[in-house]
């Protein structure tokens, strides 16, 4: 029998966090946290449909690491183990510790994937410790920490008590282990086109990141690129573009630029970005939100909007520019313009899974990322099977 958890309750809002006792909480609140959290991913994880009969893959390994639990910091080395069975890089604890696995995308310069009992490399993030030490596309990632990457990846199922199943299961561990853990180097191994190489590889945690502007704008004669610099959660961006587009307001073609937004962002700046090049509100993505139905039966679904700037405004033509390091809202911003007609151009997206929530554990008040809604283009492709142009 399922538990069923109120909504509420599994998105407490800032009041209630603010109100909540600052007491630590008893090693058996500690470990009443541990097992609420299965609860609450199968109450409100959106994509439950991905396993077979709508069950998450917990099992005894997970369950007796739950009971085991005593305090604030096995309580988050349990939750961060629970979530990689989901799978999901969209999952993700708010917290960790200094030996976690690195967040994939937007702290890995590897794309791999998982074809003909192979570990393809599908990508490499451009000016990246991979780049350039000579890693490209179509290599295949051979080994991982001297192991044979089929080996490393066994190892990392097998850690969490699970027989994994499918080119998802494997090509998910895969971007894990060659994004590595954020407290040292990494050991990869690659073979290609006749050549090999074995290399040690500083993670991306290790590497002090250029103070890069929001949005960068190249011009070249009557074209004009606006790169979007991995700041679409933050709101100065909407002035930054709103510069950069006055400045183009000439060009006769703009390409928007989303190659380099992993870490997502907000629906108000990919909202504003859109404004510009519409003239009457349009849907640009459609929200299903299953918790709900599963609580109350009523199937709950919206589409979102985007209004027009005023008095900001471009028609010449526009194009969109994507890849393995356009995530999240990223990806919400491309499909949104591929609605308005706009041509969606560059490699498959990172294919993020829906609209994450902040959810928190009852007596720690620890907080972690779950996709809660499902999010699909406004023709209902869902938004991870969309097809770039």
Known sequence: MRILLPLMMLCLSAQAQAQSSQDQPTSEE??????????????AYAYRDRFEDE???????????????????????????????????????????????????????????????????DAVRAGSPAEDVGVVAGMRLTGVDGLTTAAAVRAFWQDLGHIPEGEEAMSF?????????????????????????????????????????????????????IRINDSL???????????AMREVQDASSIVIDLTETPGG???????AIMGWFITEAMPYQMHD?????????????????????????????????????TGSMGEGLAIGMHAFGFAVEGHEMAGLLGAIYDLRLSNS????????????AVDGTPREDFVVD
């Open 173 to 225: 561990a895969a971007r894990v282990l060659a994004a590595g853990r954020r407290d040292r180097p990494r050991r990869l191994a690659f073979a290609g086109s006749g050549s090999s190489l074995d290399l040690e590889l500083p993670n991306l945690y290790a590497i002090e990141r250029e103070d890069m502007p929001l949005v960068t704008l190249v011009r070249d004669g009557n074209a004009a690129t």
């Open 265 to 271: 962002g907000n629906t108000r700046v990919a909202r």
């Open 55 to 121: 069950e998450i893959p917990f099992n005894a390994t997970l369950q007796a690491e739950a009971e085991a639990v005593t305090d604030a910091r096995s309580l988050l080395r349990y939750v961060e183990r629970a979530l990689l069975l989901l799978q999901d890089h969209h999952a993700i604890t708010g917290s960790s510790l200094s030996d976690s696995w690195a967040v994939v995308p937007s702290y890995a310069d590897l794309w791999i994937i998982f074809e003909d009992d192979q570990y393809v490399v």
């Open 365 to 376: 008040q620890m907080m972690y990322k779950l996709p809660v809604e499902r999010l699909s």
């Open 233 to 243: 959660g933050n709101d100065e961006t909407i002035a930054a573009f709103d510069i």
């Open 289 to 325: 939100l299953p918790a709900e139905q599963r609580q109350t039966g009523i199937a709950r679904r919206w589409m979102e909007y985007v209004l027009p700037r005023e008095g900001q405004h471009y028609d010449g033509e526009v194009s969109v520019r994507v890849g393995r390091w």
């Open 30 to 43: 500690y470990q009443a946290d541990a097992l609420q959290l299965g609860q609450q991913i199968e109450q």
